[in-house]
C-alpha cells in the first residue's frame, strides 16, 4: 500500500524538456493512488537576456499565467478526486535576485521549488555538457555548488530545496568531507525551508535518490521536514518508485512529510496515508 500520497514535482508541457498532456499525468497520478499533486514547471529563465531564453527547460515568460490558468481548470475538473497544486521550480542564479523576485511574486504559488542546475554558464547536469566536469576538481564543484543553493535558501523565497545534491547525477562524488553542505542545511534550519526527497535519482546514472541518506539523517538530526517529488517530465514517471521514497525516509528516521498550500506547510504523518490505495 502506498503511504506517500502527495507528489510535489512534476513537468508541464510547456517546459520544453517534459512530454505528454496534464490530462495524462493527472490520470498517472489517480492510477498511482496519490491523493495530492503539484505541478512545478521550470521557471522562466529570469536570468538570461530575452533573446537567448528557451522553452528546452524552461516556460517562456509571456506564457507564465496561461500555465497557472491551465492548473486552475485541472483543479476544477478533477475537484473532489484529487487535490492539485501550483507550484514553481525556480532556478537560482545569484546577482539575479530583483528579476528573480517577480517571478516569485507573480502569483499566490501553493509552493516554490528551489533549483540550481547552472554554474556560471555551465547546465551541470545537462548530459550534453558532461565533459565539462573533467575542468572541475570534483570537491571544488560541490563547494561551489552548496554555496549557490545556500545563497538561493537565504533569498527567503523558496519552501524546498529540489534535489540537494544534485551535481552527483551521473556518478560523480566528492572524495572528503564538504562543510559548506553542512552549511546550506543550516541555512534550511533557519528559514524554515523543507527538503525535497527527489526520487528522480533512481533513473539517473547514480541510482540513488536526492538526497543521499547520509544527507537525510542530517536533516532529520536538524529537525528539518520533507516533501517527496518524482521530478516527473513524462506522465508514466509520476509517483514512480515513492514505495522506495517511503523506506528511505523511514531508514532515515522521518515519520512525516509536509504537504503545501498557498505557502504553508501542513506536516502529515505517514499512518494518515493509509486510507491511500
Known amino acids: ?8 514535482h512534476m513537468h508541464t508541457p ?14 498517472k497520478a489517480l492510477e498511482r493512488g496519490l491523493r495530492e499533486i503539484g505541478f512545478s514547471g521550470h ?3 529570469y536570468f538570461l537576456p530575452r533573446e537567448h531564453r528557451k522553452r528546452e527547460s524552461a516556460i517562456p515568460e509571456e506564457e507564465l499565467e496561461e500555465y497557472i490558468r491551465e492548473v486552475e481548470v485541472l483543479q476544477e475538473k478533477y475537484r473532489g478526486a484529487l487535490e492539485i497544486r501550483v507550484g514553481l521550480e525556480v532556478d537560482f542564479v545569484p546577482g539575479h535576485e530583483r528579476e528573480l523576485e517577480k517571478i516569485v511574486h507573480a502569483f499566490s504559488w501553493d509552493y516554490l521549488l528551489l533549483s540550481v542546475h547552472y554554474l556560471g554558464d555551465w547546465p551541470f547536469d545537462h548530459p550534453k555538457y558532461i565533459g565539462r566536469y573533467r575542468e ?4 571544488d564543484l560541490f563547494t561551489t555548488y552548496f554555496r549557490v543553493l545556500r545563497e538561493g535558501v537565504e533569498t527567503g523565497y523558496f519552501d524546498a530545496v529540489a534535489h540537494f545534491d544534485l551535481p552527483k547525477k551521473f556518478g560523480f562524488r566528492p572524495t572528503q568531507e564538504i562543510p559548506e553542505m ?5 541555512a534550511c534550519q533557519r528559514y524554515g525551508v523543507s527538503l525535497e526527497l527527489n526520487t528522480a ?8 535518490a536526492y538526497p ?14 520533507v516533501c517527496v517529488g518524482s521530478d516527473a517530465h513524462r ?9 522506495k521514497a517511503e523506506d528511505l525516509l523511514g531508514r532515515a528516521g522521518f515519520t512525516s512529510v509536509v504537504r503545501f498550500t498557498k505557502r504553508q506547510k501542513i506536516p502529515v504523518v505517514f499512518r494518515e496515508y493509509t486510507s491511500c490505495g
Open 14 to 27: 510547456r517546459c520544453g524538456d517534459a512530454s505528454g498532456t496534464y490530462e495524462e499525468y493527472v490520470e
Open 212 to 225: 543521499s541518506l547520509d544527507i537525510l539523517m542530517r536533516a532529520r538530526n536538524l529537525g528539518l521536514s
Open 235 to 243: 506522465p508514466e514517471d509520476v509517483g514512480r518508485d515513492f514505495e
Open 201 to 208: 535519482g533512481w533513473r539517473r546514472p547514480v541510482g540513488e
Open 136 to 139: 572541475w576538481d570534483i570537491n
Open 182 to 186: 553542512n552549511e546550506v542545511l543550516l
Open 43 to 45: 521557471s522562466p529563465q
Open 1 to 8: 500500500m502506498l503511504l506517500l500520497c502527495c507528489d510535489y
